[in-house]
């Protein structure tokens, strides 16, 4: 089973609002990834965490926090979004590479897409 | 500086013909992938190749990676309408950091 599953599939949001994206796996990877995807762009990754732990942060603005509950489970929460942040929001895991690293065969969910109004 | 250079940008081609899509860097990585994206969804993984001059098949999808694993090519082989989508590389550069390095992807259209 190579599933990464997210929830919401669609979802719109105003600029006061607060909500949640939520991922999860049951692949025991120890790796998960969050990333943003524009229009006809590659995705660009926002955060990485590694043994529940938030490993990288590509300067990404504060109105997104991400959070890990545990192995399985990985959320972002959103508040005072900008439309500029609209876009398709991409949840990934991975098992990590047999001489480490976490790079490795990273799979996807099939992602949220975010429209802020 | 994009670290991989993916090309094509576009291609739209009949059913039935053959196409390479190449990504190419002055890095070396340690592995290297093949994603599909389809509009409105997640990559999906096709392949990872991470030893040098190594060739994977996949039906009519040849994966290979060049022997200084610098660049990979994607062939396809008898494209069909169900091939199109965006195709994405994405490698591990030797010595990085945990970040996945992406090309700009292709998007390809067979048409019946």
């Known amino acids: 089973d190579t599933e990464v599953t997210q929830t919401p599939k669609h979802l719109v949001m105003g600029m006061t609002n607060k909500k949640s994206l939520k991922c999860e796996q049951h692949m025991g990877h120890r790796a998960m990834y969050w990333y943003k995807q524009k229009a006809k762009k590659p995705p660009e990754l926002m955060f990485v965490y590694s043994y529940e732990k938030l490993s990288i942060n590509e300067s990404v603005p504060s109105r997104f926090s991400p959070e890990c509950p545990n192995s399985s489970l990985l959320n972002l929460h959103l508040h005072a979004l900008q439309p500029e942040d609209s876009a398709l929001y991409l949840c990934?895991?991975?098992?990590?590479?047999?001489?480490?690293?976490?790079?490795?065969?990273?799979?996807f969910g099939p992602g949220t897409r975010l429209t802020v109004t | 500086t994009q670290l991989l250079e993916q090309s094509p940008q576009f291609l739209s081609i009949q059913e039935g013909e053959n196409l390479t899509v190449y990504c190419n860097s002055s890095s070396v990585f340690s592995s290297l992938q093949w994603y599909r994206q389809e509009p409105g969804e997640g990559p999906v993984l096709l392949v990872t190749?991470?030893?040098?001059?190594e060739v994977k098949k996949l039906k009519r999808l040849t994966f290979q990676f060049g022997d200084a694993r610098k660049d990979s090519s994607l062939h396809i082989t008898a494209a069909q309408p169900g091939d199109t989508g965006l195709y994405l590389c994405a490698g591990a550069v030797q010595g990085g950091s945990e970040k996945l390095v992406f090309g700009k992807g292709t998007k390809l259209t067979v048409n019946p």
């Open positions: 990934a895991s991975s098992q990590g590479a047999p001489g480490g690293g976490f790079t490795y065969e990273q799979y």
């Open positions: 190749v991470v030893t040098g001059g």
